[in-house]
């Protein structure tokens, strides 16, 4: 399958489906920065994840995901080791494993703990051969559908949040009490409008609601957080 049409085809899958949240599974790095980079042009909220990025990308890729400021996240095997996402409803392998326990441990990250999920692979004639150990491997035939054709006009489901970086964590002893009260003090924002806190030692994310982020963000980085001013930006 050529590139560009696999590129096509898994928008047509997400434009169909239309997940809450989605894991893409690439054997390379360039292909998952290059998948990432085509969903994002045509507007899906998608990031990549890869042996290329350093730790603080990598936790600020992570962070985004998990509190749905990003929906669509396009991984390498290496890069998704040790990643846990209790509710993940959809894993597509945009290019088969290369080794069947590989695909068998992919498809796992889906419909866990008694959730619903669905794993999709996209497979090209030069790929058959693949498939076919994958299916011995799990000792029944694989189920073939054509891909779906994407509805006129459909338009990429986005991401509900935006993800507010605060350049300050636990080090500069902040809780999560701080920020909210910041945020719906002196902010402005309503409790509905803030997501989810996550403070590391260094940083802090917090999850704003898509529809009021840009709007608001220049009032937020003039307020104090306990009583000090904090850098921060909108990834």
């Not at 309503?190 to 529809?211: C, F, P, W």
């Amino acid at each position: 399958m050529e590139e560009e049409r696999r590129h096509e085809a898994v928008a047509a899958l997400l434009q169909h489906f239309q997940p809450e949240a989605a894991l893409l599974f690439c054997n390379t790095k360039a292909a998952c920065a290059e998948l990432a980079a085509y969903l994002s042009h045509i507007g899906f909220n998608a990031l990549a994840l890869h042996g290329d990025k350093d730790q603080r990308d990598r936790d600020d890729v992570l962070a985004q995901f998990a509190n749905q400021s990003c929906n669509v996240l396009v991984a390498t095997d290496v890069a998704a080791r040790g990643l846990d996402i209790p509710a993940l409803p959809m894993v597509i392998n945009v290019e088969l494993a290369r080794e069947p326990s590989v695909h068998i441990h992919r498809i796992g990250r889906t419909g866990r703990m008694q959730e619903k999920g669905l794993a999709l692979s996209l497979c090209s004639p030069e790929e058959k051969h693949v498939a076919a150990r994958i299916a011995a491997q799990q000792n029944q035939p694989l189920e073939w559908y054509a891909l779906p054709r994407a509805k006129a006009g459909a338009r990429p489901k986005a991401a509900p949040m935006m993800t507010l970086l605060v350049l300050g964590g636990k080090k500069a002893k902040l809780r999560a009490g701080d920020l909210l009260g910041a945020l719906t003090g002196d902010g402005g924002l309503t409790r509905e409008q803030v997501g989810k806190i996550h403070i590391t030692d260094q940083v802090s994310y917090i999850a704003l609601d898509r529809n009021i982020a840009r709007r608001v963000f220049p009032r937020l980085r003039n307020i104090p957080i306990k009583g000090k001013p904090q850098r921060m930006k909108l990834l």
